[in-house]
């Protein structure tokens, strides 16, 4: 973690990127770590990241590879490394819905005959993304 010292590296303010990580960075921050703020936080960073005002930047890779090539610049970026404990992402839904345990239901049942029939390898494959499992 202490060579993040020698870099520039976009971080995203209100992430967490895990408890250890956090504390470094805030008590680096400005020094080593920059935080990007409001709408767009990401394409932000990545614009940064190509423009050569940051060298590193920290954020979850299958985010980061469809934002990528949303953008176009997936042939700019190359992936340096990943923390060594995973981050889960997760669907949210609101509790005010009548409609959220539907939706829960939904994905519960569908991504299993996805994975099987190949088409979530299809999508993700739209957005640049690999197969996690």
Avoid: H
Avoid at 1 to 17: C, E, F, H, N, W
Avoid at 34 to 42: C, E, K, R, S, V
Avoid at 51 to 64: M, P, Q, S, Y
Avoid at 103 to 118: E, Q, V, Y
């Amino acid at each position: 973690m202490k060579t993040l010292l020698q870099r520039k590296v976009g971080m995203i303010s209100g992430y967490a990127y895990g408890e250890e990580y956090d504390a470094f960075a805030e008590q680096n921050k400005g020094k080593a770590f920059f935080f990007m703020t409001g709408d767009g936080a990401l394409d932000k960073n990545i614009q940064k990241l190509t423009a050569g005002r940051i060298d590193t930047l920290l954020e979850n890779k299958l985010v980061l590879a469809a934002k990528a090539q949303q953008m176009g610049v997936s042939d700019q970026l190359q992936m340096a490394g990943s923390f060594s404990e995973a981050f889960p992402i997760y669907m949210a839904c609101s509790p005010n819905s009548d409609k959220t345990q539907g939706f829960i239901d939904m994905a519960n049942a569908a991504l299993p005959a996805m994975k099987a029939d190949g088409s979530l390898q299809k999508i993700l494959a739209n957005y640049g993304l690999q197969p996690w499992w």
